[in-house]
């Protein structure tokens, strides 16, 4: 059997910008991105912890080191600049190789959204 399992997560990062002319989807900084092991145009879950908003959106690649987390599109309707948000990313696997899988989880600076060192 294949479960979903929590691959890696962001974990309150800061709301940077809005753009809902942009087609949809998430844009964050590459150093995030690489940090939570996240690729450009996958699959994450986004949640809001300000307002409770949940959405689905894909990932597009930041500039490397802006803190940039912008909301794009409809995305963009369901969070303020500031807010913090999680992002999260599943993988599917086997229960074996569940039961010893660690995911990943960043914390970075919720001001900033910079890796902190």
């Known amino acids: 059997m294949m479960i979903h399992i929590l691959k890696s997560k962001l974990h309150r990062v800061r709301v940077t910008e809005a753009n809902p002319d942009y087609v949809g989807s998430i844009t964050i900084d ?3 991105m690489d940090a939570a092991h996240l690729l ?7 949640l809001n912890q300000n307002n409770g908003e ?12 802006s ?3 912008c909301l794009n599109g409809p ?3 369901k969070a303020l600049v500031n807010d913090q948000l999680i992002v999260i990313s599943y993988a599917i696997m086997t229960e074996e190789e569940a ?8 914390y970075p600076d919720s001001k900033t959204n910079k890796l902190k060192s």
């Open 30 to 32: 590459e150093n995030l």
């Open 40 to 46: 450009e145009n996958e699959k994450v879950q986004v």
């Open 54 to 65: 949940r959405l689905e959106t894909y990932v597009i690649k930041g500039k490397r080191g």
């Open 67 to 69: 803190g940039i987390i």
């Open 75 to 77: 995305a963009a309707r």
């Open 99 to 106: 039961v010893t899988y660690k995911p990943i989880l960043v």
